[in-house]
Each structure stands twice: as structure tokens, then as C-alpha cells.
């Protein structure tokens, strides 16, 4: 992740979806976003990023299709259920881009 990027975090159960969706939202609304899988143990090679405690996945509420939106400055931005990933991360990602977040630090869906 980068001052420029937004981080989508994901468990791998659904990081197919989540990567597609990120992968579109790219392309279409030419937002850049980097998509991290995030395996509950221990990887090596090119896999998705390892937390063999599983300490980040809980701290961030990460479980099943879940997915954690990341701001280009580290804080959330939003909780996202992964019930439609296209339509969820187009809404939250058009929101902050246009209209921002004001107050509310993290907004779950």
C-alpha cells in the first residue's frame, strides 16, 4: 500500500471475488486500490500475505466473505459483509471519493 493506494484486505475465502471486484473498480473508476488475501497460517512463495495467529484477521473483523477497505493514510475507511462485492466496494469507494466519510471514522455495512 502506498500514500496514493487503497488497501482492500480479505480473508482467502472469498479473495477471488474480492480481487475481481478491486480489479474493477481500478479500471472503471480509475481509483487505485491494491487487494491483500490475508491466510489465517503461516504461507511462503507468491501467496496471499500469512497471519499464522490470526491476531490481524479478528482485530479487523475479518471472517468468512468479509473485507476491510483501507484509506491511502492507514486508517479504515469501511467494513464491507461481501454479500455483492462488485456493488459494495463501488459504493464505499465512490462515497469516500466524492463525498468522504465527515465524522464517522469507520462505516459498516
Known sequence: MTATTFGLF?????????????GYVTLVLSVPLSHY????????GDGPLSDPTGAMLAA???EGRTA???RPDGH?????PGNDTH???INAVT???TIGFGTKEVLRR
Open 95 to 97: 462515497q469516500f471519493t
Open 10 to 22: 480479505t480473508g482467502c475465502a472469498a479473495a477471488a471475488e474480492w480481487a475481481d471486484a478491486a
Open 60 to 62: 479487523y473483523g475479518i
Open 76 to 80: 479504515i475507511c469501511t467494513v464491507l
Open 37 to 44: 488475501a490475508v491466510a489465517a497460517r503461516d504461507r511462503t
Open 68 to 70: 476491510v477497505l483501507v
Open 87 to 89: 456493488r459494495e466496494l
